[in-house]
């Protein structure tokens, strides 16, 4: 009940394109998810975050969609650029545990 | 730089020897936390202070393995008689204090071989 699901595991897209990624989650007591951006050599830096009362959230080109009663929830990238190469986490936590649980990752690349 | 600095940041060790790995989160920081990632995987969490009390331990940190946070400022993670399992990326997080959910900032971690 701790896991979140993560998928694709890897993605190409051109320039220009919206890459989606996806999690899902099973603990219905989680009620914060984050979405981590990870560049190589590097620790995973918050691009954006979401709490369950709101179905979508946009910050810049970054947006999450959230599916409550799928357990669902996405980041989409619009005009995605080379620069936006890095791999993703999604992540989910719940009020007085602070930890984040995190998903495996999708490794993004975005051909020029 | 997320202002969360991590030594060493590389770590080469044989089988059965000991080691530590510092982090030095932000300042104004109370909250640190120490997660644990190997190759194509997502961070997992091992254990979690607030100031210099150790709130929380994942079951995956087995008796070999004990942090510590002093002052409830740097903090030290001990891997003791290491084995090849724990090649690993272990990485540090703070935050600040408050209420509700504060953004996680991560140091660049430091990368585990053993031999």
């Known amino acids: 009940q701790q896991q979140v699901k993560q998928s694709p595991q890897s993605l190409i897209v051109q320039k220009g394109g919206i890459p989606i990624i996806n999690c899902a989650y099973e603990?219905?007591?989680?009620?914060?998810f984050p979405w981590y951006q990870q560049f190589p050599g590097k620790g995973p830096a918050l691009l954006i975050a979401?709490?369950?009362?709101?179905s979508e959230k946009k910050e810049g080109r970054f947006t999450i969609s959230f599916n409550k009663s799928a357990k669902q929830f996405s980041l989409h990238i619009m005009d995605s650029q080379p620069g936006d190469s890095a791999t993703y986490f999604c992540?989910?936590?719940?009020?007085?545990?602070?930890?984040?649980?995190f998903g495996q990752g999708t490794r993004l690349t975005i051909n020029p | 730089d997320t202002g969360v600095s991590q030594d060493p940041r590389h770590k080469i060790t044989k089988r059965g020897q000991n080691v530590t790995f510092r982090c030095d989160p932000i300042?104004?920081?109370?909250?640190l936390y120490w997660y644990r990632q190997t190759l194509g995987q997502g961070p997992e969490f091992l254990t979690y202070?607030?100031?210099?009390?150790?709130?929380?331990k994942s079951r995956l940190l087995s008796d070999r393995f004990s942090a510590e946070r002093p002052k409830g400022s740097f903090s030290t993670l001990e891997i003791q008689r290491t084995e090849q399992g724990d090649s690993a990326m272990y990485l540090c997080?703070?935050?600040?204090?408050?209420?509700?959910?504060?953004?996680?900032?991560f140091g660049p971690g430091t990368r585990l071989t053993v031999l």
């Open positions: 603990n219905t007591a989680f009620d914060y």
């Open positions: 202070f607030q100031n210099e009390a150790q709130l929380e």
């Open positions: 997080a703070s935050t600040r204090p408050g209420g509700g959910y504060n953004e996680q900032f």
């Open positions: 992540a989910a936590s719940f009020q007085g545990a602070q930890k984040l649980v």
């Open positions: 979401i709490r369950p009362d709101v």
């Open positions: 300042s104004e920081h109370n909250r």
